[in-house]
């Protein structure tokens, strides 16, 4: 396999490959593109989707006043809260500060046209982020932290402990999103060569929406974290990103052989 050729030769190290990409959007739509620059065939395949949360006033209260500039910072844990704050066409101002918990969200924010001023250097974890925030903040600033229903309020916890004047606020609940009957047979035949999985919710859906998938599948965790929630789910992961980013996410796939005889489905 031609993976670890000269720079200045064009590389096409996932000709052949098929990848599901389990999110949609302007994100779905980066990952594509960078899939098929590599010469693979992305299928996008959103296994997880937002729903509102149960008090939506609360919301759309903390996104005024995120817009009237209330906040120094506002965090996000995750990309689909990003999908929440596009939907609502949340206005950050350029005097808030906004901070994302690793690059699935950073990459997330940037292709709908949001700033990133913070990821974690090393660990992308909520604990890591607050630990970073609390070392870059030593007098108290006024944070918003939005997070999923199911997530632990580890950043709102330990950023209020440190004297932070914080504001959670739950922006929604996660929900799977059933695949087509096409892809589910697509996955259980080997057709799919490799799955990424971004998240722990991703994970979950992994493994619920495809019980049977053929041991030499390459399923690509984005960081530990994703790995060990996936493990936790009873998903087997084959590779770990070493980046935490969606080229290092492509780069760990591209370090296996195309699985299978995949000649008779090319496309």
Excluded: C
């Amino acid at each position: 396999m031609n993976a670890h050729s000269t720079a200045n030769a064009p590389q096409k190290p996932l000709k052949g490959w098929r990848v599901l990409v389990p999110r949609g959007g302007p994100w779905g739509d980066s990952v594509a593109a960078t899939l098929r620059a590599q010469g693979a065939t992305p299928v996008i395949a959103p296994l997880i989707n937002f729903a509102p949360s149960t008090d939506q006033t609360t919301l759309e209260s903390a996104l005024a006043d995120l817009a009237a500039g209330a906040f120094d910072w506002v965090t996000l844990t995750s990309a689909t809260t990003v999908d929440v704050l596009y939907a609502y066409r949340a206005a950050i101002p350029a005097t808030t500060k906004v901070a994302a918990v690793g690059e699935t969200t950073a990459t997330a924010l940037t292709a709908v046209g949001y700033r990133v001023d913070l990821v974690p250097d090393e660990d992308n974890s909520a604990a890591g982020m607050a630990a970073q925030l609390i070392a870059l903040e030593p007098e108290p600033r006024r944070i918003l932290t939005l997070r999923s229903e199911i997530a632990k309020p580890v950043l709102t916890r330990e950023l209020s402990a440190a004297g932070h004047d914080v504001r959670s606020v739950i922006a929604y609940r996660t929900v799977g999103v059933p695949v087509t009957d096409r892809i589910a047979a697509d996955v259980r035949s080997g057709r799919i060569n490799a799955i990424l999985v971004t998240s722990g919710s991703v994970a979950e859906q992994v493994r619920l929406q495809f019980p049977d998938i053929p041991a030499d599948t390459v399923i690509a965790a984005i960081g530990p974290r994703t790995a060990k929630d996936a493990k936790r789910a009873g998903l087997g992961v084959s590779v770990v990103a070493r980046e935490q980013t969606v080229n290092g996410l492509i780069s760990a796939v591209s370090t296996f052989p195309l699985p299978h005889a995949t000649d008779e489905f090319a496309v």
